[in-house]
DNA sequence: AATAACGTTCCT
DNA sequence: AGGAACGTTATT
């Protein structure tokens, strides 16, 4: 009631509410500060004459994306604090995972001008949709029917990441960029881990990706020099030079389209003589619709601004907008697109090189040198390939180009929710996408795919659709590799869409990938995959856990030779469905960390639903190279009962008290367990053979290079087993079930 | 009317 | 700066 009454006037406003305030809270709060500075500006739809900087409408779940079709974790901070989980309810805030990832405007928004609600749903072609749809300014919060304006001489920035959302002609016209620039939708700002926005470094040179590749990446700890890394040169890499090139003298004008910017042509006339130059794609797709080509332009932009020199950085734009004429600019003045590719492959070129080859690092920044003194001789018996399983997956070739590239262009085309990308009433030279993805991410919005479903044909030129239908192009496109799909991304709209699809992405390898950028973060999260390796990553734990709050599917988690300070976002971040988790070589995870690690929720009261391992349904862990202790396989064997496959080679501390541990009467290791890797653990001994012989379930025991096993007493071991388990040496001091 | 939770303010 | 609190909105 109290709500009602002060919603019309904010002085009144700010008086009442903080009285309000003040007796709720009494109990609870300090006393609040009174006075106008203090009142909450409640977020009341105000008059709409309020135009400049009207209040912000609430937005509400989209009930549609990943995360609102998910059940509350009941783990996690917030749901901890809800009265169904015998919290306070305090907090009053949705289950992280379960934080909607586009939010939409409230059913009962109205256009301010009409005073009618979006009536998109009524039209067929695109360009009456967004004109009839109702959308909500980042900068004023005023909402609209973009066809009840009636400025002529601005367009309307759409904001492709979040539905509804653009910077409206007036405001855009005006330059606005102020405080509220944030634009609505964006609660996690306070409540989830932290900006971002110390990956980007201002720009340097607009445009300038070779200077851009050889940026020094940010984090919070600079990367240690790994021995091993500069002895795993990789032969050339695939870049984005196997494209097909733009040739410059290639200027077909393209098809005009009712919003277009006229300073697509040339991106767009190369990009559309590329693709029709393509025997591939003018067999199989000569009347594709090209309406999307801008957006391809957009794309090269965007990758060039996933690196932190590139593109304009900081919050909200206003400081770079106001310094100079550099944003603009930078949007006005495209390179052509040939430049942009060659620009783009050296920065590619560079950025894979570096992802491969220390020396890469060395020239950028004071490298933190570490006397690795245990842990060295174990690395170098690693770099000798595969003999030791399939440790290095990231050392195939084909992932190790393919993962920097494939980054790059996670953010290919634009689509709003309605695929209606860049709707400008009126020709401006600006390209009217939203802010370039760097400055979305600091703002920490990462939205998923279009909302609206991909067609399920490919629409032609001639109005018609292609023969194919979606799923048989899914199953084609289910044998191109990442790589490709992003090639085949930049074709068109649907193809971008189609391209997309999760089941495309459901491993991403970021391995080695010595700089991780919002861009790339934010690509992750939109494809949503099941399994993610970030090992040898220079990620930060706040990326890291902002990462994993937004993969509530993941299944398997790669962060091996990362820095603790990153990794200790999973003693914060929930993640239940984990399954396999890979901390091998992490810097600094002793047994202090894996307590933190494996230890339950401390916050927990007693009697509380949840004392449960964060990682309790882990089955594969690998642990190679850390300093634990037998500390850490007590916990690891009370707190893990699906554990099955546990990989501790290279731990010098562990021995044959370490076995006994893992395999003790009572212990749900001693029966889960199926596969250990103990190789190069030097304290291990014969001994801990007679302790496996009680391991109901397992396969294989990894005693390679272990100095005090000897060959005998495995061959012992597989006799005394044969009566109940047949084994056999499949290579010396490896021990396989065989059967 | 009840419930969920958005977005801002306040506190540490 | 990060996190807790809480008024208030949006939905059921």
Known sequence: MFGLEFSFSSSLDCVTDALFAFQQRAANRPKPKMGPAAATPAPVKLPSNRS??????????????EACLRTECGECHFCKDMKKFGGPGRMKQSCIMRQCIAPVLP??????????????????????????????????NEIVHPNCLKVSDASGVVNDELPNCWECPKCNHAGKSGKQKRGPGFKYASNLPGSLLREQKPLKEEGDASSAAKRRPDREETPRYRPEESLHRQPPLLSPCNLPRPRPEDKLRKKRKLFDD??????????????????????????????????????????LCSSPQAGPSSEGGSETQEKGPRPKARRKRRLPNRELSRELSKALNQEIQK???????????????????????????FRNGTELGDQRPHLKTKEMNGTPWELRHFYPSQITPLGFNRSTPTNRPVPPHSPPKCVQMERHVIRPPPISPP?????????????????????????????????????????????????????????????????????????????????????????????????????????SGCSWAAVSALCTS???????????????????????????????????????????????????????????????????????????SYCNHINDQSVNLLTAAGTTTRDSLTEINLSVCNRVTDHSLNFFKRCGSICQIDLRFCKQVTKTACERFI?????????????????????
């Open 719 to 739: 006799a005394e087993m044969s009566v109940s388990v047949p084994f056999r040496l499949k290579e010396e001091k490896l021990l396989e079930k065989s059967s």
């Open 574 to 648: 929930s993640c239940p469905l984990l399954r396999t988790l890979d901390v091998q070589w992490v810097e600094g995870l002793k047994d202090a960390q894996m307590r933190d690690l494996l230890s339950p929720p401390t916050d927990n009261r007693p009697g509380q639903l949840d004392n449960r391992c964060k990682l309790r349904n882990v089955e594969d862990l690998r642990l190679a190279g850390l300093d634990i202790t037998d500390t850490s396989l007590r916990l690891i064997s009370r707190q893990m009962p699906l554990l099955s496959n546990l990989d501790l």
């Open 455 to 559: 067609p399920d044909r490919l629409p032609l030129k001639d109005g018609k659709t292609h023969v194919i239908q979606r799923e048989v192009w899914m199953k084609v496109f289910g044998y191109l590799t990442h790589q490709e799909l992003c090639v085949c991304m930049r074709v068109c709209k649907t193809w971008n869409r189609w391209c997309c699809d999760k089941r495309l992405w459901t491993k991403i390898d970021l391995n080695r990938c010595t700089s991780i950028t919002p861009l790339m973060l934010s690509g992750v999260v939109r494809r949503q995959p099941v399994s993610l390796d970030l090992s040898w990553t220079n990620i930060s734990k706040k990326q890291l856990s902002w990462l994993i709050n937004r993969l509530p599917g993941l299944r398997v988690l790669k962060l």
């Open 262 to 303: 006229d300073d697509d042509d040339d991106d767009l006339g190369v990009r559309k003589k590329e693709r029709s130059d393509d025997p591939y794609f003018s067999k199989l797709l000569p009347q594709i619709k090209t309406e999307e080509d801008d957006e391809d332009a957009y794309e090269d932009d965007q990758s």
């Open 355 to 381: 992802t491969d080859d220390c020396p890469a690092n060395e020239n950028r920044q004071p490298l933190k040198v570490e006397p690795e003194t245990e842990n060295e001789e174990p690395k170098r018996l």
């Open 52 to 65: 400049s900087s009207g209040a912000r409408r609430r937005r509400t779940r989209c009930r549609k994306c």
């Open 107 to 140: 059913h009962t928004a109205v256009c301010v001008v009409c005073k009618e609600a979006g009536k998109e749903d009524t039209l067929e072609e695109e360009e009456d949709k967004f004109n009839f749809m109702l959308m909500e300014c980042s900068i004023c």
